[in-house]
């Protein structure tokens, strides 16, 4: 069986993507600019996500579980509903 490696996007440009249902666990977002991104239901466990924009990004029922966020960022996203938390 393959494993899949994680993403590595570090200070990328995702401004308003459609990331729903994404696969990003374990992925370095260090820096990348996520705003306005559509996260629902994305898989951000254990992601890297120091620095990245998160001003108006969508993380409905997103799972964070273990990812390095800071509350400062996650407080600049548009919802959080269902999100569970770092």
Do not use: C, F, H
């Amino acid at each position: 069986m393959q494993q899949s490696s994680a993403p590595i996007l570090p200070g990328a440009s995702l401004r308003k993507a459609r990331l729903i249902g994404a696969d990003l666990q374990r992925s370095q977002l260090v820096d990348a600019d996520l705003s306005y991104a559509d996260l629902t239901g994305a898989d951000l466990r254990e992601a890297n996500l120091r620095g990245a924009n998160l001003k108006g990004a969508i993380l409905a029922n997103a799972d964070l579980t273990g990812a390095l966020v800071s509350t400062r960022q996650l407080k600049k996203a548009k919802t959080m509903n269902g999100a569970k938390p770092p």
